[in-house]
């Protein structure tokens, strides 16, 4: 029996005999619940005062999640595990020592932005400022007042969800602005699931549809199989993190939850015919993102304007759609003839 639907007990009513067979009782069917679409918040690695956790965690309260560490070594090994996409340093906790550490981070990490906070000025302040932004750190964020933050919140509200996840969801909305809400559900979901969704059947799980049924409408619209979209959104995921030259393959692979490295280099090889290192060296990001347009999109582009691959309509709609289109035609030629008819008769 399908799982899809149920005998619920409530339609058992006293009227049908205790002995009725299931195949004579009407099923009740269980739509699947749409899965909410949040933006998911960014993660922000800190190396804060025990005053400044406080302050940022309550400014970053819907924002961002902080994860509060006490050396740069740690931030690093946070970004290493790419459990972080920005970096919070605070002014007061950079002497010498640490600033040449915050230097290694952006070298290592330079795609990663990196923030200083100043919440207090002390001697030693106006040094740590100019250290900081002599060893690569771009941002300075001064909370003193309450504009500061202000502007913190809206720094990281623009890295919601990751940089790649928001130029594909972008670059897919220029290009198809007339999709169906389902067919822009599949796409993000591409790229918005978590890395532990790497297969067709994990990805229609979360979508609430079958894997077969997802596969048979790409294969009856005439468009590349669903698991070709899950592949390059993956890719360039990769790519972007590759652009951090402080992780490594096997770093990637882990965060991606690939089932091992070796795994991971011959998926890349299948789609690309090249190795991961070779994959690192030559594409990046935006690489990857133009690729998956280019191949997936743009060829396909009035097929998928129209293409529902997670809701079937009807085919009595279908119909009607297209009667009252004939019959919108019509009226409209009716009027164009009497107007000139009118015209004729005129004067």
Same mark, same amino acid.
């Given at each position: ?49 025990? #005053?400044?956790?406080? %302050? ?26 790419? %459990? ?12 010498? %020592?640490?600033? /040449? ?17 100043? /919440?207090?000025? +002390? ?29 913190? %919140? ?8 990751? /940089? ?34 790497? +297969? ?28 070709? &979209? ?27 939850? &690939? ?21 690192? #060296? ?17 060829? &396909? ?6 293409? #529902? ?5 009807? +085919? ?32």
């Amino acid at each position: 029996m399908s799982a899809d639907f149920h005998y619920p007990a409530h339609r058992r009513s006293s009227k049908v005999p205790a002995n009725t067979p299931p195949s004579l009782l009407r099923p009740s069917f269980q739509r699947a619940a749409p899965i909410a679409r949040p933006v998911p918040d960014t993660s922000v690695v800190t190396m804060l005062t025990p #005053h400044e956790r406080t %302050r940022v965690d309550a400014a970053g309260e819907g924002c961002y999640v902080a994860v509060h560490r006490d050396t740069v070594d740690e931030v690093i090994t946070e970004l290493r595990h790419c %459990r972080a996409q920005a970096v919070i340093v605070s002014v007061s906790r950079c002497d010498a %020592r640490a600033a /040449s550490s915050v230097a290694r981070l952006v070298r290592e990490f330079p795609s990663v932005p990196a923030v200083a906070l100043l /919440s207090e000025t +002390t001697s030693d302040s106006a040094h740590a400022v100019l250290a900081l932004g002599q060893f690569g750190v771009q941002s300075l964020v001064d909370v003193r007042d309450a504009a500061g933050w202000r502007t913190l %919140r809206q720094l990281f509200s623009t890295h919601r969800g990751g /940089s790649i996840e928001r130029r594909a969801m972008a670059l897919m909305a220029s290009v198809l602005s007339q999709a169906p809400e389902d067919c822009r559900r599949f796409l993000e979901a591409c790229f918005n699931s978590p890395a532990r969704v790497g +297969t067709i059947r994990q990805l229609s799980k979360r979508l609430g549809v079958r894997s077969n049924t997802l596969m048979s409408r790409f294969y009856r619209a005439q468009l590349p199989a669903p698991k070709r &979209y899950l592949a390059f959104a993956r890719l360039a995921r990769a790519a972007t993190m590759f652009e951090n030259p402080g992780l490594s393959v096997t770093q990637v692979s882990n965060a991606l939850e &690939y089932s091992s490295p070796q795994s991971f280099g011959r998926h890349i090889h299948t789609m690309l015919g090249v190795s991961a290192v070779a994959f690192r #060296h030559e594409f990046t990001g935006d690489d990857m993102l133009e690729r998956f347009i280019t191949e997936l999109i743009t060829p &396909y582009r009035d097929v998928l304007q129209a293409f #529902h691959p997670l809701v079937v309509i009807p +085919t009595w709609s279908r119909v009607v759609s297209r009667v009252a289109e004939r019959v919108h035609d019509g009226a409209s030629g009716d009027a164009r003839i009497l107007s000139s008819s009118t015209a004729r008769t005129l004067p």
